[in-house]
């Protein structure tokens, strides 16, 4: 994958659950936004994506960590 544009207003504003992209273990993964809080350090999401063992994690991720997936653009995500 190439390089994404994460924006912290983007995990508030995305209904959920939503198909993004998300920063781990050093690379971008396909996932899902399935939920958010907004903490004072900012937004944070709760993510499921596929690790590199093929099985579903989930995890809750700085919001800094999450982009839209290059297809979907700035359209709603579904």
């Known amino acids: 994958m190439t390089e994404f544009e994460p924006g912290t207003e983007l995990v508030s ?5 939503s ?3 998300v920063r781990v273990d050093g690379q971008w993964r396909r996932g ?3 939920g958010r809080d907004h903490e004072k350090s900012g937004w944070t ?3 499921q994506y596929e690790g590199d063992d093929g099985t579903e994690r989930t995890e809750r991720l700085p919001a800094d960590r999450i982009a839209l997936p290059e297809s ?3 359209e709603r995500a579904s």
């Open 19 to 21: 198909h993004v992209v």
């Open 72 to 74: 979907e653009g700035t």
């Open 32 to 34: 899902w936004l399935i």
């Open 13 to 17: 504003r995305l209904p959920l659950p």
């Open 45 to 47: 999401a709760m993510v």
